[in-house]
């Protein structure tokens, strides 16, 4: 079992359309990253999100999490094909020996 | 390019062979995490050091070692490889000891496959 859940798994849109993925956890994190990785390479940090309730934006992405600090959001407006990837969430465990841990991950395609 | 350098990119083994994978941090960076990614476990931490120190373990096998030397570079050593052990491993660095509030940059990955 994961300790941080994401869904969907796979995500296949045309491109302009919007999406949300979420990273779901019953545990607490001090906070709480979303990376996205393709083909070849390792993944990338985009963001890193820190308060109960906090809302970043990198153009076309928003980045939210939870009040509770247990989930997060990312939506994308307006795909494009360059979005495509796997977008992993990786969060710090309150408490913990500060080692980041990913969830399984949502591969995200989209289609011109 | 992250600037961390893993070598090799692909390699292909026999069960019950010995590896070791090679990994250059950033420059400045004193930390090297290593991880593990597969398809049906995700990415897996494995272990992390520090200024030639190991700082933290995860889930790293005892068949599994590692280690870092003077000049930062690490090293991976995989033995007794296994056909579950065919995996993406990824090699990357901080410039902090933690991941707390600090970006690690990762590699592009060594490709192993055990046949």
């Known amino acids: 079992t994961q300790l941080l859940e994401q869904s969907p798994q796979f995500l296949s849109i045309q491109e302009g359309e919007n999406l949300t993925v979420y990273c779901n956890s019953s545990?607490?994190?001090?906070?709480l990253q979303w990376y996205r990785q393709e083909p070849g390479e390792g993944p990338v940090l985009l963001v890193t999100?820190?308060?109960?309730?906090e809302v970043k934006k990198l153009k076309r992405l928003t980045f939210q999490f939870g009040d509770a600090r247990k989930d997060s959001s990312l939506h994308i407006t307006a795909a494009q094909p360059g979005d495509t990837g796997l977008y992993l969430c990786?969060?710090?465990?309150?408490?913990?020996?500060?080692?980041?841990?990913f969830g399984s991950g949502t591969q995200l395609t989209v289609l011109p | 390019d992250s600037g961390v350098t893993q070598t090799p990119k692909h390699l292909i083994t026999a069960t019950g062979q010995r590896v070791t994978l090679r990994c250059s941090p950033r420059?400045?960076?004193?930390?090297v995490y290593w991880y593990q990614q597969s398809l049906d476990q995700g990415l897996q931490f494995l272990i992390q050091?520090?200024?030639?120190?190991?700082?933290a373990k995860g889930n790293i096998l005892e068949r599994f070692s590692a280690q870092q030397f003077p000049d930062l570079h690490s090293e991976l050593n995989l033995s007794s490889l296994e056909l579950g052990d065919s995996a993406l491993y990824f090699c990357?660095?901080?410039?902090?000891?933690?991941?707390?509030?600090?970006?690690?940059?990762f590699g592009e990955g060594s490709w192993l496959t055990v046949v």
């Open positions: 990357a660095s901080s410039v902090a000891g933690s991941s707390s509030g600090n970006t690690i940059y």
């Open positions: 545990s607490v994190f001090s906070s």
């Open positions: 999100v820190v308060t109960g309730g």
């Open positions: 990786a969060g710090l465990l309150r408490g913990s020996a500060r080692q980041l841990t």
């Open positions: 420059s400045g960076d004193l930390s």
């Open positions: 050091y520090y200024n030639g120190e190991e700082r």
